[in-house]
């Protein structure tokens, strides 16, 4: 079993910046990938980003330019640093790890307001 552990969420203004982690613990070989979804209040989940174990990454076209992706593969970690953030970025954020099967942490909010 992987447990997937989200920190960082928050209140932050519109323009600002935020960092994600996820940690992730127990019986690990290899999670590929790792990524993060969001869902926003009353929509879908959707995914933000993702980060292969080589270092590769994909980025949904409404975060492109302003979110990144990466991982510790070391300290069995993933990180989401957002800047320049809207109020459409609000949403509940969620760390995913494929390993043979799906994984997901609890989530953790982000708010974008005034």
Not at 36 to 43: A, F, I, L, V
Not at 47 to 64: M, N, P, Q, R, W
């Amino acid at each position: 079993q992987v447990q997937l552990v989200e920190s960082g969420g928050g209140l932050v203004q519109p323009g600002g910046s935020l960092r994600l982690s996820c940690a992730a613990s127990g019986v690990i070989f290899s999670i590929n990938p790792m990524a993060w979804y969001r869902q926003p209040p009353g929509k879908e989940r959707e995914l933000v980003a993702e980060v292969a174990i080589g270092g590769s990454t994909t980025y949904a076209d409404s975060v492109k330019g302003r979110f990144t992706i990466s991982r510790d593969n070391a300290k069995r970690m993933v990180y989401l640093q957002m800047n320049s953030l809207k109020p459409e970025d609000t949403a509940v954020y969620y760390c995913y790890g494929w390993q043979g099967m799906e994984y997901w942490g609890k989530g953790t909010l982000v708010t974008v307001s005034l």
